[in-house]
């Protein structure tokens, strides 16, 4: 453990109003001069309102059920006792006035003790004693002096629920406010100086119970002078017998001042704390105390001093068992908004101290069940330690825990001036670790938690722009996370980052992938137990080295981050030094200045700039890509196998140089026309200086590693939109042909089947609307993407017998496509209106001629993404289609309910697309041309019906096709800024193709009746999944 400064500053008693003997204080302590007014022994009770007091003297003790305003015509001054008193009775709401005041003193001879206003519920014998407080408001001012060197108690409000034998004693206050403008002041040098008390004390067998609602400050609580115990609000249980202490308090919230000054004369061992709550066991019974949440406000303060005094807190909260019983402090949440202050010349100081201690038999926990938070306007300092969690426990078997469930959370400011801002002791456990986006600044350390098994602090997060921590992090057992630095472009000198002000030891460093560490002194030491991982950015300037003990490992995106930088005619650079091992998988990343690049150009070849990282152990570091600020600069590096990496660069001419060094990674040959082009566009623009568009190119270009680059300079040529469009508007063509095509297969003469799929009757009218839907995938395929596709659409068709032997329709149709490429960067949308004409002609009994002939008109909206460079391109243009079909159809009957049906098709359709330019990408953006695609597919199928028993009708069909007009697309497209045009290939079609599908067609009505039918296309690595519905009305 280490050597801490709370050890020896712990409170081991407590004095309380008439509880000498009670604390265990050991001194003489006289009965209170006033005698305790019991339930039944009291004045005339008022249950409808208050009485009306002159200016009193004397204590008030009040009536059951009273209500009670204090104010200017009955303000109360006293000597020797209390102001108000409510003693084991329920009572209404009492107040004081904004103009009211309490003023309670002590003689000069007397050891009484000195109460402003006191509830109280006592048992002294086996029976019990119940009160109750409806409100208890102050809006003016409470002020008690006990005499110099007397025993006696100042309390401004007390609270105080007392069992000495076998009675239980009960109290409860509903709510209890010092309001906005409101004081209390505790002073003088007795036993103790209380603000606000709440005391719940347990002597004998009987249990003593103290609940409370919301307590609140809103105005100033002052605690001071020379008593041994000076607290702003006390929250106290205590057990010394057989009998169980509780208190309870819903919530508590500072949003005023409390100050507390503590001993100033150095002859008393003093303490002074803001707030307090406690639990203490000293018996065979259990003490318990818990408070739902604390808050102080934002503006408000927490204040402790004492220039002698032993202990100094600004707030405490803690658990003690020194005998058989268990002490048990619960805390639901704590949250500063405002300041809380510790500080002393000769104690040690603790703005907010979470302590446990067990030296008897019993357990003492403290437990926090959620956060304990500092936000953005808090702030929590103190001459020695600003927070602490500690625990103590002596040679017995009690055990002593301080445990968080929560995380502490500091987004504001946490300063130690001469200790410790963060301590975390033996048998102390943070759950959800520790976060800072605040500043967290300690002399000593800026957070200590103890090399030990039992105090787990899982995790420590600095997050954020703004996160600091000043002085050393020293939490050996701790994961330490980095994260949510903005990093700006990624390829300049970071703006946003995290330096280490002290040294850090952790048993794991994680800058994770929103991380970034810059080393602006080196002479601060990173030790890690296990692993220092970077996911993100480490970045180490010219002339600065980091050192880190133990292992470094980059993951992901991850990069050290070399800065490069002239020093005189000399290069300057960073340098990273590990002991342990390295793998930096593959990857190292450069900024260099302008003014480093011009010394390298003066070179011829290649310039060796130094050892940019040494290490003690072995090193991934076999084929290492580099990428830099500047595309110009090609630099290198290699491991020379004896725990150095070395890092070279050499200058290039040209940017289409740069550009072409592609060829020398694995899949730059597929790019070298579109470095060509963008590497000519580059040098004619250079010599006036870049745009702003063209600079932004050129340094994310630079940025990126090699492969990187061949996969960016893909994006750029890739005009997936474009080659694909045209190919799926013509398969969005055939399914609507495929409707007419399954309507006019509806339009079977009537007598070949006697089910319900004998045909419409001739000389009937027909109306039908038909909506479909289809699915369709293209497998990747010689290195071209493929895509996904999803069609809805809606037919409304006409038709009638124009003759015995002719029945001919109208159908107009509207469908919208959308079109994913499998990359997941490109995407076109395409709405689609047609209208068509359709027939069939009888040439025999069971032989038809059937037509179709139709136009569309399309509107392509079309999204291509280039992630690399974080560019998006959008167009929208327009397109038509043009279709036509012809089938040959014979009929076969197989009995009276089946029929087979052999057919010939031709089917022909022809897109074109118009021109555009692409909107979003600067000078990446495509100039792309007409375009057009026609297919023509030869089919022979057949089909077979069968009739149902009732009014169905199943049918089965399939075609196998072949279409001799399939060839690979291209489209040759030019740069908006510029430059030659260049081929993007697309997918070459499989020419042979396989349609079959299913239907069910029922009867509603004698005149309505419902087809339903699946459709489904095949070639190799494409597949096209339709369903339909169709619903004809014949009149």
């Known amino acids: 453990m280490k050597n801490h400064p709370i050890e020896h500053t712990r409170i081991e008693s407590r004095f309380g109003s008439g509880r000498a003997a009670v604390m265990g204080s050991g001194r003489k302590k006289p009965s209170r001069a006033i005698t305790l007014i019991s339930l039944g022994i009291v004045g005339a009770s008022m249950a409808t309102g208050g009485k009306l007091h002159a200016a009193a003297t004397q204590t008030i003790n009040l009536s059951a059920n009273e209500s009670i305003t204090i104010s200017a015509a009955n303000s109360i001054d006293v000597t020797n006792g209390y102001g108000i008193l409510a003693d084991g009775i329920g009572v209404g709401k009492v107040s004081i006035a904004p103009d009211g005041a309490i003023r309670v003193s002590t003689s000069d001879d007397s050891d009484v003790d000195a109460v402003g206003v006191g509830f109280d519920s006592k048992t002294s014998d086996n029976g019990g004693s119940t009160a109750h407080v409806n409100t208890f408001a102050n809006e003016g001012a409470i002020t008690v002096t006990p005499h110099v060197?007397?025993?006696?108690?100042?309390?401004?409000?007390?609270?105080?629920?007392?069992?000495?034998?076998?009675?239980?004693?009960?109290?409860?206050?509903?709510?209890?406010?010092?309001?906005?403008?409101?004081?209390?002041?505790?002073?003088?040098?007795?036993?103790?100086?209380?603000?606000?008390?709440?005391?719940?004390?347990?002597?004998?067998?009987?249990?003593?119970?103290?609940?409370?609602?919301?307590?609140?400050?809103?105005?100033?609580?002052?605690?001071?002078?020379?008593?041994?115990?000076?607290?702003?609000?006390?929250?106290?249980?205590?057990?010394?017998?057989?009998?169980?202490?509780?208190?309870?308090?819903?919530?508590?919230?500072?949003e005023g001042t409390i100050t507390v000054n503590g001993n100033t004369a150095g002859d008393k061992a003093t303490t002074a704390t803001g707030i307090e709550v406690a639990g203490?066991?000293?018996?065979?019974?259990?003490?318990?105390?818990?408070?739902?949440?604390?808050?102080?406000?934002?503006?408000?303060?927490?204040?402790?001093?004492?220039?002698?005094?032993?202990?100094?807190?600004?707030?405490?909260?803690?658990s003690v068992a020194t005998g058989a019983g268990n002490a048990h402090v619960e805390i639901g949440q704590f949250t500063n908004s405002g300041a809380i202050t510790a500080n002393s010349e000769s104690a040690d100081p603790i703005a907010m101290d979470f302590y446990s201690k067990s030296d008897g038999k019993g357990n003492a926990t403290l437990h926090i069940t959620g956060d304990i938070i500092n936000e953005a306007s808090g702030v929590v300092s103190s001459s020695k330690s600003a927070i602490s969690l500690?625990?103590?426990?002596?040679?017995?078997?009690?055990?002593?825990?301080?445990?968080?469930?929560?995380?502490?959370?500091?987004?504001?400011?946490?300063?130690?001036?001469?200790?410790?801002?963060?301590?975390?002791?033996?048998?102390?456990?943070?759950?959800?670790?520790i976060i800072n986006t605040g500043t967290i600044q300690g002399e000593t350390s800026a957070i200590y938690v103890e090399n030990d098994d039992s105090t787990i602090v899982p995790t420590i997060t600095i997050s954020g722009?703004?996160?600091?921590?000043?002085?050393?992090?020293?939490?050996?057992?701790?994961?330490?996370?980095?994260?949510?630095?903005?990093?700006?472009?990624?390829?300049?000198?970071?703006?946003?980052?995290?330096?280490?002000?002290?040294?850090?030891?952790?048993?794991?460093?994680?800058?994770?992938?929103?991380?970034?560490?810059?080393?602006?002194?080196?002479?601060?030491?990173?030790?890690?137990?296990?692993?220092?991982?970077?996911?993100?950015?480490?970045?180490?300037?010219?002339g600065k080295t980091a050192r880190i003990t133990g292992n470094y490992a980059q993951k992901g995106k991850g990069a050290y981050l070399i800065g490069v930088d002239a020093n005189g005619q000399a290069i300057s650079h960073g340098t990273l030094q590990v002991t342990g091992d390295v793998n930096l998988n593959n990857k190292l990343r450069v900024n260099i200045t302008k003014g480093a690049t011009d010394i390298l150009g003066k070179n011829e070849g290649k310039t060796t700039i130094g050892s940019v990282l040494t290490y003690g152990g072995a090193a991934n570091a076999n084929a290492i890509h580099v990428a830099s600020n500047n595309?110009?600069?090609?630099?290198?590096?290699?491991?020379?196998?004896?725990?150095?990496?070395?890092?070279?660069?050499?200058?290039?001419?040209?940017?289409?140089?740069?550009?072409?060094?592609?060829?020398?990674?694995?899949?730059?040959?597929?790019?070298?026309?579109?470095?060509?082009?963008?590497?000519?566009?580059?040098?004619?623009?250079?010599?006036?200086?870049?745009?702003?568009?063209?600079?932004?190119?050129?340094?994310?270009?630079?940025?990126?590693?090699?492969?990187?680059?061949?996969k960016a300079l893909e994006e750029i040529k890739t005009t997936s939109t474009a080659t694909v469009g045209s190919g799926v508007a013509i398969r969005a063509g055939n399914g609507f042909g495929r409707v007419m095509q399954n309507r006019i297969a509806a339009l079977t003469r009537s007598g070949h089947l006697t089910g319900f799929s004998a045909g419409d009757p001739v000389g009937e009218e027909s109306w039908w609307l038909q909506p479909y839907g289809s699915t369709g995938s293209?497998?990747?395929?010689?290195?071209?993407?493929?895509?996904?596709?999803?069609?809805?659409?809606?037919?409304?068709?006409?038709?009638?017998?124009?003759?015995?032997?002719?029945?001919?329709?109208?159908?107009?149709?509207?469908?919208?496509?959308?079109?994913?490429?499998?990359?997941?960067?490109?995407?076109?949308d395409i709405d689609t209106y047609q209208i068509a004409v359709y027939g069939t002609r009888e040439l025999a009994p069971d032989t038809r001629l059937n037509a179709q002939a139709g136009i569309g008109r399309l509107q392509y909206e079309s999204h291509r993404s280039i992630p690399s460079l974080d560019r998006i391109a959008e167009a929208s243009y327009d397109g038509a289609n043009l279709r036509g079909s012809l089938s040959l159809e014979k009929d076969y009957r197989i009995s009276a309910d089946a029929m087979a049906r052999a057919n010939l098709s031709m089917e022909y359709n022809y897109v074109e697309v118009d021109g555009y330019t692409e909107n979003g990408t600067g000078a990446l953006g495509l100039k792309v041309p007409d375009t057009d695609q026609d297919s023509l597919i030869l089919g022979i199928g057949g089909e077979y019906h069968h009739a149902l028993s009732g009014n169905g009708s199943l049918s089965l069909r399939g075609m196998?096709?072949?279409?001799?007009?399939?060839?690979?697309?291209?489209?040759?497209t030019q740069l908006v800024a510029g430059g030659a045009a260049f081929t993007t290939q697309g997918m070459a079609p499989e020419r042979f193709l396989f349609r079959g599908g299913v239907g069910y067609e029922f009867s509603l009505k004698d005149n309505v009746s419902v087809d339903i039918r699946y459709d489904t296309e095949l070639r190799r690595g494409f597949d096209d999944h339709a369903a339909s519905v169709k619903l004809k009305y014949v009149y």
């Open 465 to 542: 722009n703004s996160a600091r921590v000043i002085g050393v992090i020293d939490a050996p057992n701790s994961v330490l996370t980095l994260r949510g630095q903005s990093q700006g472009k990624r390829f300049t000198q970071p703006k946003n980052f995290f330096a280490p002000e002290g040294d850090i030891y952790v048993t794991d460093f994680i800058i994770h992938a929103t991380g970034v560490m810059g080393i602006t002194n080196d002479t601060h030491h990173l030790e890690v137990g296990n692993l220092f991982q970077n996911q993100g950015i480490l970045w180490v300037p010219a």
């Open 280 to 318: 203490r066991s000293a018996g065979p019974g259990d003490a318990y105390a818990r408070v739902g949440r604390i808050v102080n406000a934002q503006g408000s303060t927490i204040s402790a001093n004492g220039k002698k005094s032993e202990s100094i807190r600004g707030v405490s909260l803690q």
């Open 631 to 710: 595309l110009l600069v090609d630099f290198s590096a290699l491991d020379n196998k004896s725990g150095s990496i070395e890092l070279g660069a050499t200058v290039m001419d040209s940017y289409t140089q740069a550009l072409l060094l592609s060829r020398n990674t694995r899949g730059g040959s597929g790019v070298l026309d579109i470095a060509a082009v963008l590497g000519g566009v580059l040098d004619a623009a250079a010599g006036g200086g870049f745009s702003e568009d063209l600079q932004d190119v050129v340094d994310r270009l630079g940025n990126l590693y090699a492969p990187g680059r061949i």
């Open 149 to 254: 060197d007397s025993y006696a108690v100042a309390s401004g409000v007390d609270f105080f629920a007392l069992a000495e034998k076998s009675g239980d004693a009960n109290l409860r206050a509903d709510k209890v406010v010092n309001g906005k403008n409101a004081t209390i002041t505790a002073g003088g040098s007795g036993d103790a100086a209380l603000g606000m008390a709440f005391t719940s004390t347990a002597l004998g067998q009987g249990a003593a119970t103290l609940n409370a609602g919301g307590v609140i400050n809103q105005g100033r609580i002052t605690a001071g002078g020379n008593a041994l115990d000076v607290k702003g609000i006390s929250i106290f249980g205590r057990t010394e017998g057989q009998g169980k202490a509780t208190l309870r308090v819903d919530a508590l919230t500072n």
């Open 778 to 828: 293209q497998d990747d395929k010689g290195g071209i993407a493929g895509y996904g596709s999803d069609s809805r659409g809606l037919v409304l068709g006409f038709d009638k017998a124009i003759s015995p032997q002719w029945r001919a329709g109208l159908a107009v149709s509207y469908a919208n496509t959308d079109i994913d490429a499998n990359t997941g960067n490109q995407s076109v």
């Open 390 to 433: 500690d625990t103590k426990s002596g040679n017995t078997t009690g055990d002593s825990k301080v445990i968080v469930d929560g995380a502490l959370i500091n987004q504001g400011l946490i300063q130690s001036t001469d200790g410790d801002a963060i301590y975390v002791g033996l048998d102390t456990r943070i759950t959800g670790g």
């Open 960 to 972: 196998v096709g072949y279409d001799p007009l399939a060839d690979q697309s291209s489209v040759r």
